[in-house]
């Protein structure tokens, strides 16, 4: 059994010129189908912040690091996680409000998730979102709580659902996770079997909630070693 390696860097959101730089002819694409200036700002960040965090981690300049899409599932280059074909890592991003957030793993596929707290204080978001059993557990939580609670499980969620690279192709109720005042863990999986899948929650800024999860394909890995670190300094901000 080892120890599966899992760095982080959490960043604040910004776009400028030189970051825009190491964004690709695709992403630049996207960028342009954009229409409100805070979408585009998170896409630069996550993006530049993700090529920077494995230019240092593997010793490369940010500019030569191609990232594709590649689907699990399906093998579809159009649509799926993240993938840098060219260095031996696993690789997620995530985003919300004014924060950035990106995970590096040699040892297996890795999903990271942010949110805004108030962000999954709407109505209906329990219905389409959390497990039966989990609105039993909210129930039970003081009111004080409950926007906190629900953003927790939705980013543990978000985090598991990224590493196996199921995404949203799985109806969020059916799967379980801890309660958000318990450790995070899997619990339940709409089929047997059920994936391995380690997952830690992450410091965050006031307001905001963010969740890591390492998909344990071989059964090998005994727990995750999570390193989180400020991502403001690769993107060099004050």
Same mark, same amino acid.
Do not use: N
């Given at each position: 059994m080892i120890t599966g390696d899992v760095e982080v860097h959490v960043a604040r959101v910004v776009d400028t010129p030189g970051l825009r730089g190491l964004l690709d002819d695709d992403e630049l694409l996207r960028l342009e189908g954009l229409h409100r200036p805070a979408d585009r700002a998170r896409l630069v960040a996550s993006h530049a912040l993700l090529r920077l965090a494995l230019a240092v981690r593997c010793g490369v300049d940010p500019h030569d690091v191609v990232l594709e899409?590649? !689907? =699990?599932? !399906? *093998?579809?280059? #159009?649509?799926?996680?993240?993938?840098?074909?060219?260095?031996?890592?696993? /690789?997620?991003?995530? +985003?919300? *409000?004014?924060?950035?957030? &990106?995970? /590096?793993?040699?040892?297996? =596929?890795? *999903? &990271?998730?942010? #949110?805004?707290?108030?962000? !999954?204080?709407?109505?209906?978001?329990?219905?389409?979102?959390?497990?039966? #059993? #989990?609105?039993?557990?909210?129930?039970?939580?003081d009111d004080r709580d409950a926007a906190w609670a629900r953003a927790t499980w939705w980013v543990r969620k978000e985090a598991v659902l990224k590493a196996t690279? +199921? *995404?949203?192709?799985?109806? $969020? $109720?059916?799967?379980?996770?801890?309660?958000?005042?318990?450790?995070?863990?899997?619990?339940?999986?709409?089929?047997?079997?059920?994936?391995v899948v380690h997952v830690e929650d992450l410091r965050a800024p006031q307001g905001y909630v963010a969740a890591v999860a390492l998909h344990d394909l071989d059964d090998r890995v005994a727990a995750i070693e999570v390193v989180q670190r400020d991502g403001d300094e690769l993107l060099d901000l004050p």
């Amino acid at each position: 059994m080892i120890t599966g390696d899992v760095e982080v860097h959490v960043a604040r959101v910004v776009d400028t010129p030189g970051l825009r730089g190491l964004l690709d002819d695709d992403e630049l694409l996207r960028l342009e189908g954009l229409h409100r200036p805070a979408d585009r700002a998170r896409l630069v960040a996550s993006h530049a912040l993700l090529r920077l965090a494995l230019a240092v981690r593997c010793g490369v300049d940010p500019h030569d690091v191609v990232l594709e899409r590649r !689907c =699990p599932t !399906c *093998g579809s280059t #159009e649509h799926g996680r993240l993938v840098a074909p060219d260095l031996d890592q696993h /690789l997620s991003l995530g +985003h919300a *409000g004014g924060l950035a957030v &990106v995970a /590096l793993s040699p040892t297996a =596929p890795v *999903g &990271v998730d942010v #949110e805004v707290e108030s962000a !999954c204080a709407f109505e209906g978001f329990d219905e389409v979102s959390l497990h039966p #059993e #989990e609105i039993a557990e909210l129930a039970e939580l003081d009111d004080r709580d409950a926007a906190w609670a629900r953003a927790t499980w939705w980013v543990r969620k978000e985090a598991v659902l990224k590493a196996t690279g +199921h *995404g949203m192709t799985l109806d $969020p $109720p059916t799967v379980r996770l801890t309660a958000p005042t318990e450790a995070p863990a899997l619990l339940a999986w709409p089929e047997p079997p059920a994936p391995v899948v380690h997952v830690e929650d992450l410091r965050a800024p006031q307001g905001y909630v963010a969740a890591v999860a390492l998909h344990d394909l071989d059964d090998r890995v005994a727990a995750i070693e999570v390193v989180q670190r400020d991502g403001d300094e690769l993107l060099d901000l004050p």
